[in-house]
């Protein structure tokens, strides 16, 4: 127990090691990260006058940095001091910039050192006073003209603090599957924007990279939110773009008009929906003066990064932004968690049913060491019956313990093998031989009649063992088929629910997936569908108009809820094949119920099965024991469990008989894939199985057990693709016991088939007829034959 401690704690350590190593890599993303930001955000500014701007933007985020980030303080304090001083000819007072951001970084740090609350009264009051110092100083402005201005400095640095500080905890919140809110995704947006805006003026012959990156930015929002999220973001980037460049109005209708156009076109894809921008902006630049042809080529190169752009980064953009998707992700993780936690109480099941498993086979270990006491026990036991009273005991016990034991031990042993010769040793000696002999043998067979049930016992716990243990190993294959995923398809609900209101058809609810084969199915629940066919008449016709695969409905057909008249319906992919099956039995002469049994049926999750399994001997017995096996098998694999799972269990529970006169059961299984025509075809203990195609007859062979013989079950699997047409034939070893000089011999059936009818129902009954007829018209064995013909449907 302690050992398994030891190993958990060890895992959990070094995937501790892990994280560690992933956040010194994010670290250092993260301070590279914050000597752009703060690069970019002290580069923008805002034109009060034509001869007057400020840039309050560095200053806000150097004071808004929390102080678990205080790390990335020096490098974003670098980016702000070399982003002031590249706009020092734009922005008057540059210097005075760079003075307030050392004077904050120093205050932040000395508060941090001694863990003082930063104060924002205190460092609001150090701005307007540097502010104040260097204008009365260096440019020695007026003091009503100084106090107004440092104070319009410091009012602008306030709610910019707030806002920056808003957006950067939404940012932090990326990849944690947090729900971002409209305003939180718009104040992302703003931040994206300040961050664009900060690129400046920066051009080659008169075409701004800064415009190309906010219509790149656009664009992508606006793909993955929609045009309301696009909108907002070119409204957004169009203000900020616009108060530094004084054109506001002729920015937000450029951006706005993106985010608007994308957004409404997204579903067409990236390249229609770029073009369709296109167009629209030469439109409106055919009608405007203020659109030159160079806006039309940051247009284009705006359009080409967007379309250039890798679809994972896309991708990740969507999981973060799109309502939906992320509403997906969260709801995702959530079923994972759940399914996790399930999985993690059956393997704790699992683990524990295969404690108890080797818990009772070690019990058996002390039948083992008992064995070697038995001898000296049973000795004890015949001196305290005859010699406890002798008067002789001390001479034959004291005086003559090594030969008196030995002559006991003889006799026991003598009375074991029914050799009733009195050993010499004791003849001589012994006053009580009458006594001895008659004790000797009662305690013999004592031990005799426990020896038996104690075996009986050891068997049974052994049986009892292996069964469980059989059932932590189906319990694992049960984890395993759980754990497959099933992909969930929300692009398809999204547009058949589209095409159902459209077509004018009520519906509760639509869920399309995948199942673990990757098969499309889904589930329509209706508020009623009326009956008469409505399902079939109306809403496949336009399922199969929306998807690229033929659709058909399941065999659930339509289910109405009689207590909320709702009707649900499954719609799977249409099977490529279709398949029939017909069977003829007979049970032997004197019997009148048959031993065999048989099934056929097409599973939910497109596979025809076919089984024929023949009980040992005939009659109720034998039926009865079959019958179990093919219900229990059919139910396994009807309900998705594979089939190793369905037969090991079944193995168990056939083993499990206590009486004498044993019993076991064959089995013949076919499995077909109704989509690829691949099959299965599995024997235990089954006699040959035939595939007819045309005039050829393949044979399949088996060499392997019965159910129940073996603790692990014996089966022999063979693949096969079948082909439209091809004929399966199934039977018990009654059909081929038809000559007892020759017992199994199957070439007459082989050759039989070769220019049998095809009809799979006339077929059956020609087989049974014929082996009746070449066995003298006697039933030595219940008959069994079970044909299936496989047919394309498409």
Not at 66 to 86: D, P, Q, T, V, W
Not at 452 to 466: C, K, V, Y
Not at 511 to 528: A, S
Not at 657 to 686: A, C, H, R, S, W
Request: with cysteine.
């Amino acid at each position: 127990m302690q050992y398994g401690v030891d190993i958990s704690t060890y895992k959990r350590l070094e995937k501790r090691n892990n994280k560690n190593e992933l956040n010194v890599q994010h670290s250092s993303i993260g301070m590279i990260i914050s000597f752009i930001i703060g690069f970019l955000l002290s580069r923008v500014l805002l034109s009060i006058t034509v001869e007057m701007g400020i840039a309050p933007f560095g200053i806000a985020y150097l004071i808004g940095i929390k102080k678990e980030k205080s790390r990335n303080i020096l490098l974003s304090f670098i980016g702000i001091i070399i982003g002031y001083l590249s706009i020092y000819k734009s922005l008057e007072g540059a210097i005075s910039y760079c003075i307030v951001a050392f004077i904050v970084m120093a205050y932040i740090e000395i508060c941090n050192k001694i863990e003082l609350k930063q104060r924002d009264t205190i460092i609001f009051g150090l701005i307007f006073s540097i502010f104040f110092i260097y204008n009365l100083l260096v440019n020695n402005q007026p003091i009503g003209v100084n106090l107004t201005f440092s104070a319009l400095k410091v009012i602008s640095i306030i709610p910019v603090r707030y806002i920056l500080n808003y957006a950067l905890n939404c940012v932090d919140e990326l990849e944690s599957n947090y729900f971002f809110s409209t305003e939180e995704l718009i104040s992302i947006g703003l931040l994206l924007c300040l961050l664009v805006a900060g690129i400046g003026n920066l051009n080659i012959f008169d075409i701004y990279i800064r415009n190309i990156f906010a219509l790149a930015v656009i664009a992508i929002f606006a793909y993955v939110g929609g045009s309301g999220l696009g909108a907002a973001i070119g409204v957004s980037m169009g203000f900020v773009i616009g108060m530094t460049s004084n054109d506001i109005i002729i920015y937000i209708s450029l951006y706005s008009l993106c985010g608007l156009i994308i957004g409404i076109f997204k579903d067409t894809g990236r390249i229609f929906s770029s073009i369709a921008y296109l167009v629209v902006y030469f439109i409106i630049s055919m009608y405007s003066d203020k659109f030159s042809i160079y806006g039309g080529i940051e247009v284009l190169i705006s359009a080409a990064i967007f379309i250039a752009i890798p679809k994972m980064f896309i991708e990740f953009i969507s999981k973060e932004f799109n309502q939906e998707k992320k509403t997906e992700s969260i709801n995702d993780a959530h079923l994972n968690g759940i399914k996790n936690e399930f999985v993690d109480r059956l393997n704790s099941m699992k683990s524990i049913l295969s404690s108890l498993s080797a818990s009772i086979l070690n019990l058996g270990e002390n039948d083992i060491l008992s064995l070697s006491n038995k001898g000296t026990a049973m000795v004890e036991s015949l001196a305290d019956r005859v010699c406890y009273n002798c008067e002789l005991k001390q001479r034959c016990w004291d005086r003559n313990l090594h030969s008196t034991f030995e002559g006991f031990s003889e006799l026991i042993s003598g009375c074991e093998n029914n050799e009733m010769n009195f050993p010499q040793s004791l003849e001589k000696k012994c006053v009580k031989k009458r006594g001895l002999i008659k004790n000797a043998q009662e305690i013999v067979n004592n031990y005799t009649v426990n020896e038996a049930l104690r075996t009986r016992l050891a068997e049974g716990r052994s049986l009892i063992a292996n069964h469980i243990n059989n059932i932590s190993s189906t319990m694992g294959d049960m984890i395993r088929d759980f754990e497959n995923d099933i992909s969930i398809c929300s692009e398809i609900d999204k547009v058949l629910k589209k095409a159902l209101n459209k077509n004018k058809i009520e519906y509760k609810d639509v869920f399309c997936y995948l199942d673990r084969k990757g098969r499309m199915k889904i589930k329509i629940t209706l508020t009623n569908c009326e009956g008469g066919n409505y399902c079939a008449k109306n809403i496949l016709p336009i399922i199969n108009g929306l998807v690229k695969v033929p659709v058909s409905i399941a065999n659930g057909g339509c289910r109405i809820n009689p207590d909320t008249d709702e009707c649900s319906i499954v719609i799977e992919e249409t099977p490529k094949y279709h398949m029939t099956s017909y069977s003829a039995i007979k049970a032997k002469d004197g019997e009148t119920s048959i031993g065999d049994s048989h099934s056929f049926a097409k599973n939910s999750d497109g596979t025809y099965l076919t089984i024929v399994s023949d009980g040992m001997g005939s009659g109720p017995e034998a039926g009865v024991e079959s019958s179990l096996a093919v219900n229990l098998i059919e139910k396994f694999i009807e309900n998705g469990f594979s089939e190793k799972t369905a037969i090991n269990t079944v193995n168990s529970i056939m083993a499990m008989k206590f009486n004498e006169d044993e019993k076991f059961t064959t089995m013949d299984m076919n499995i077909v894939d109704l989509y690829t025509g691949e099959t299965e075809f599995i024997k235990i203990g089954g006699v040959v199985s035939f595939i007819k195609r045309g005039e050829e007859v393949k044979v399949i062979k088996s060499n392997s057990l019965p159910f129940g013989i073996l603790d692990s079950v014996d089966i022999s699997s063979e693949k096969v693709k079948l082909k439209h047409g091809d004929i399966i034939v199934s039977i018990s070893d009654g059909i081929l016991d038809i000559d007892k000089n020759n017992v199994g011999s199957y070439s007459w059936l082989q050759e039989y088939l070769k220019y049998a009818d095809t009809n799979p129902s006339a077929l059956s009954r020609d087989i049974l007829e014929k082996a009746m007829v070449l066995s003298g018209g006697k039933v030595w064995d219940d008959m069994t034959v079970l044909v299936s013909k496989l047919y394309s449907v498409y």
